[in-house]
């Protein structure tokens, strides 16, 4: 299997054609958020989105948690593909899979201890996909991604073998540590913001090292 490669915290068209050269599968777009890399006012991040060529998807990462809030940021972004990055509900997902038939929706659960195995399971039926983070949500002042941080890799294995809709590796991936995690966790797909940049921004060096480790973990597991 391949494991599918997304690019978070995007800021330009530049930034956006340079992870695509480089073979990315997903680009994310970072909306609003309380703190953490990556945010882009409205404007390009539509700009992004309408770029971005078939079949690399692009990802619209939001804080809102309502169906409404979620489908309206959604229609003003024109990404294919949206991320909460906070804990919705199951009923919320639904919700906003039948507004938006056309695009997926990806829930994000924060890996803090073996009760994500259950999370991960409760929204598995209605969503297009999971990803892992090493958030905190409830934090006073939250983190919703761009941490820089590992969870629990053993408990991310978990729940990739507890689902059955594909699962995205996230938090604390660089170059030097990608192969690992792959082979441990066997993720669907890995997602990559932080570990790729330099004073903020996209590395090309670092981006070309990592996507070399992603493909010699592939041929490993081939």
Known sequence: MRTRVKICCIASVEEAALAVSAGADAIGLVGPMPSGPGM???DMLR??????????ASFLLTTAVDA???????RL???DTVQLVDLSTPEVCQAVRAALPGVRVVQVLHVQGPEAVAQAQAFAPFVHALLLDSGNPRADVPTFGGTGKIHDWSVSRRIVEAVDVPVFLAGGLRPGNVQ???RT?????????SGLRVEGALC?????AFMA???AADQDAG
């Open 40 to 42: 882009i006012a409205g």
């Open 47 to 56: 700009r992004i989105a309408a770029w971005t060529p078939p079949p690399v």
């Open 68 to 74: 409404p809030g979620i489908i309206e940021h959604v």
């Open 77 to 79: 972004s024109g990404t």
């Open 180 to 182: 690992t995690a792959i």
């Open 185 to 193: 966790v066997r993720p669907f797909g890995i997602d990559v913001c």
């Open 204 to 208: 090309p060096t670092r981006l070309a």
């Open 213 to 215: 480790e992603v493909r």
